[in-house]
T-cell receptor, first 116, second 115 residues
Framework: GESVGLHLPTLSVQEGDNSIINCAYS??????FIWYKQESGKGPQFIID?????DKRQGQRVTVLLNKTVKHLSLQIAATQPGDSAVYFC???????????????FGTGTQLKVEL | GAVVSQHPSRVICKSGTSVKIECRSL??????MFWYRQFPKKSLMLMAT?????????EQGVEKDKFLINHASLTLSTLTVTSAHPEDSSFYIC???????????FGAGTRLSVL
């Protein structure tokens, strides 16, 4: 299944299918993005990151695509498994001149539900 | 990968008491640590940023006298919720980042329930 639009709260996919989770950003100067996975009752877990000089980056069963023209990135999960059920956040470090440097700005998040 | 330990995972306390939450980076030096609060089905809300050896920087609307943050070493930051009230009940999460690093590594979170 594929999520479309901004801030889609829930994405349901069948086990074994590919999942695509989308994220939009507004700052054309943004140059680095991180995807996190948060399981229920736990803290976010780093999945993968991508810099703006790349269009694509692959990890284990995950791929992040970055389209700078439309300011959009997506996280693709291949052969989705029940253990992939979680909320997925895209995040962007925003530099601040005071107070400790980069602050992470999180997207709303997408709840991925894997159906057996 | 970098490991951040947060303790306790769950705490229940009476209204008016203070609660301390610890955040430790186990295998790297965390020059900067962050404290977040998360409401059900919502994104993470940054409360404050702390740099080792200096005062924390609080986000707008976060009471610094209510949420005391100490970052005394490169591996430990603490958040103390003072005079806790039921409205302080929430999921608190810390994260840590090494010097020059962009990735924040998160603790498992602390579920605070104030009766």
């Amino acid at each position: 299944g594929e999520s479309v639009g901004l801030h889609l709260p829930t994405l349901s996919v069948q086990e074994g299918d590919n999942s695509i989770i989308n994220c939009a950003y507004s700052n054309s100067a943004s140059d680095y993005f991180i995807w996190y996975k948060q399981e229920s009752g736990k803290g976010p877990q780093f999945i993968i990151d991508i810099r703006s000089n790349m269009d694509k980056r692959q990890g284990q069963r995950v791929t992040v695509l970055l389209n700078k023209t439309v300011k959009h990135l997506s996280l693709q999960i291949a052969a989705t498994q029940p253990g992939d059920s979680a909320v997925y956040f895209c995040a962007e470090p925003l530099f601040r001149f005071t107070g400790g440097g980069n602050k992470l700005t999180f997207g709303t998040g997408t709840q991925l539900k894997v159906e057996l | 990968g970098a490991v951040v330990s947060q303790h306790p995972s769950r705490v229940i306390c009476k209204s008016g008491t203070s609660v301390k939450i610890e955040c430790r980076s186990l295998d790297f030096q965390a020059t900067t640590m962050f404290w977040y609060r998360q409401f059900p089905k919502k994104s993470l809300m940054l409360m404050a940023t702390s740099n080792e050896g200096s005062k924390a920087t609080y986000e707008q609307g976060v009471e610094k006298d209510k949420f005391l943050i100490n970052h005394a070493s490169l591996t430990l930051s603490t958040l103390t919720v003072t005079s806790a009230h039921p409205e302080d009940s929430s999921f608190y999460i810390c994260s840590a980042r090494s010097a020059g690093g962009n990735i924040q590594y998160f603790g498992a979170g602390t579920r605070l329930s104030v009766l």
